[in-house]
């Protein structure tokens, strides 16, 4: 009988406990936080977004996150999909994003891509995919994540979202004033992380003697941004001669 979606969730994010393929107890770092994940859920059931990617997909707690929305959606009829890169869910984390989905029995609606997502996401673009709703939570430097921006936005449809994870890090904002001054995306409102955790957070960075990291936490109000993509738009050959 699978599980309460919901339930696996607050097991994955609050209680930061999941299992491996063979059911062996794992501890759950780095997740998106409950709110984040409802965020997720409501843009998914709220738009009728029923193609769904991310990059990052770790112990799951996003992946249930978007198949559990999914799956809401297959529920009123008509077909849904979630694809997942990742190169390490094995290696790593022991398969336990694929555990939580069978868990819950959202497994049939995910495909993981194994793999690093500069060579991952261009399998999907020759496969002629494109995607509502795209996450962006996979290798967090400037260079990698600019590349997941790069091809995410070529596989999002005008219309779609894109959310991306861990805005505190100058690396990614770096990544997406790219996005911004080069590509048509809006600002939609995303989840504000309160005062008082952007201090703890910020306080955490300090005592690990990372001072930009410490000022980028208690200044990211919304740690998770969302875009809305206005276009498939790309600057020509000479845009940067003519600015
Ligand atoms: C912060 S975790 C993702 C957390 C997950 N989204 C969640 O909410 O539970 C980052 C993930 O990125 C993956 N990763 C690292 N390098 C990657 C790459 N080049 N392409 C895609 N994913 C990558 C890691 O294996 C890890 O699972």
Same mark, same amino acid.
């Given at each position: 009988m699978p599980k309460d979606p919901q339930l696996i969730l607050e097991r994955l994010i609050r209680d930061r406990e999941t299992f491996d393929t063979n059911g062996k107890r794992l501890q759950v770092t780095g997740a998106i936080s409950l709110l984040e994940a409802r965020h997720i859920q409501d843009l998914i059931l709220e738009n009728d977004f029923r193609t769904c990617l991310e990059t990052g997909v770790a112990y799951g707690a996003s992946t249930v996150a978007i198949c559990s929305a999914l799956a809401a959606l297959e529920d009123r009829g008509g077909t849904v999909k979630h694809y997942g890169v990742d190169p390490c869910q094995f290696q790593i984390y022991g398969g336990a994003a694929m555990?939580?989905? /069978?868990?819950?029995?959202?497994?049939?609606?995910?495909?993981?891509?194994?793999? /690093?997502?500069?060579?991952?996401? &261009?399998?999907?673009?020759?496969?002629?995919?494109?995607?509502?709703?795209?996450?962006?939570?996979?290798?967090?430097?400037?260079?990698?994540?600019?590349?997941?921006?790069?091809?995410?936005?070529?596989?999002?449809? &005008?219309?779609?979202?894109?959310?991306?994870?861990?805005?505190?890090?100058?690396?990614?904002?770096?990544?997406?004033?790219?996005?911004?001054?080069?590509?048509?995306?809006?600002?939609?409102?995303?989840?504000?992380? &309160?005062?008082?955790?952007?201090?703890?957070?910020?306080?955490?960075?300090?005592?690990?003697?990372?001072?930009?990291?410490?000022?980028?936490c208690l200044t990211t109000i919304e740690p998770m941004m969302t875009l809305k993509k206005v276009s498939s738009f790309e600057p020509g050959w000479d845009f940067y001669a003519r600015i």
């Open positions: 555990a939580a989905l /069978q868990e819950c029995g959202l497994d049939h609606m995910f495909e993981l891509y194994e793999g /690093q997502a500069h060579l991952m996401l &261009p399998k999907l673009i020759e496969r002629g995919v494109t995607v509502d709703f795209a996450f962006i939570d996979g290798m967090h430097t400037f260079d990698y994540t600019l590349i997941d921006l790069f091809f995410c936005d070529k596989l999002l449809r &005008p219309g779609g979202i894109m959310c991306v994870h861990d805005m505190n890090l100058p690396s990614k904002k770096k990544a997406l004033r790219y996005l911004m001054k080069y590509r048509k995306y809006v600002r939609l409102e995303s989840v504000k992380k &309160p005062l008082s955790e952007r201090v703890g957070s910020a306080l955490k960075e300090a005592l690990k003697f990372a001072p930009r990291k410490s000022l980028s």
